[in-house]
């Protein structure tokens, strides 16, 4: 089954500082149709303004993903990290026990575009964590490239949950193909761009979950990138 999540659907706050868009229930927004899809549990598009940001706030048992597509980010936690986060690179933070953090923009002329994806942890009350990797362009092109997955996964960053979360880049031509195993489903964000998944055109924004499906497809991209979440 394949079930479409326009992009005009999704909830909306806009903050002056901040313009948020959420594919799933969070702060104002909700939608008890949209409360998450199995331990995949916030998808945020935020747009922060120059030298804006989120204040330092506190986050528990939580695998929250960091995903830049324009501009930059600067991470400061609790736990003594600090980073800036630019497009390609991956940034996991796992809350466990409690961990204090801040985001912001340190750019004083463009706004950052980011993807923050929140995934329930398989367990409470773990060591918080942190992990920031780049992937390449070149990793993703025409095909899905493992950015987030459990231990011995081979993903980019670790993340405490039989999940796997992967990013392709397709452009005219190209075409990336996922399998699923028997009794896993699928959750397929297009981050920019268009392009069709399992025939089912989908602009930026729009998403599909699919339930029984043997496979994902993503084709006819139009400068698309895409995440693919594999799930329980």
């Not at 899809?37 to 204040?55: K, M, Q, S, T, W």
């Not at 929140?118 to 942190?130: K, L, M, N, Q, T």
């Not at 231990?151 to 979360?165: C, F, K, L, N, S």
Request: glycine share 12%; charged share 25%.
């Amino acid at each position: 089954m394949i079930d479409r999540r326009p992009a005009a659907e999704r909830g909306h706050a806009n903050h002056g500082w901040l313009d948020s868009r959420h594919s799933f229930s969070f702060a104002e927004y909700h939608d008890p149709d949209h409360m998450g899809f199995g331990p995949l549990r916030v998808i945020n598009e935020d747009r922060v303004a120059p030298g804006a940001g989120f204040g330092t706030h506190g986050h528990r048992d939580m695998e929250i993903l960091s995903y830049v597509l324009d501009g930059a980010l600067m991470h400061r936690d609790s736990m003594g990290n600090g980073s800036t986060i630019r497009p390609g690179d991956v940034q996991r933070m796992s809350a466990g026990r409690g961990v204090m953090h801040s985001e912001s923009n340190p750019s004083t002329d463009a706004h950052v575009h980011f993807l923050q994806i929140w995934i329930e942890p398989d367990r409470r009350g773990i060591a918080p964590g942190y992990e920031q990797v780049s992937v390449p362009d070149e990793a993703k092109r025409g095909r899905f490239a493992l950015i987030a997955g459990p231990a011995g996964a081979g993903g980019a960053v670790t993340i405490h949950q039989d999940a796997r979360v992967y990013a392709a880049l397709v452009d005219g031509d190209e075409e990336a193909t996922h399998a699923f195993a028997p009794g896993r489903r699928g959750y397929v964000h297009v981050a920019r761009g268009n392009a069709t998944v399992n025939g089912v055109p989908l602009a930026a924004g729009d998403a599909v979950r699919l339930t029984g499906e043997a496979s994902a497809r993503i084709e006819r991209g139009e400068r698309a990138e895409v995440l693919l979440f594999d799930l329980p």
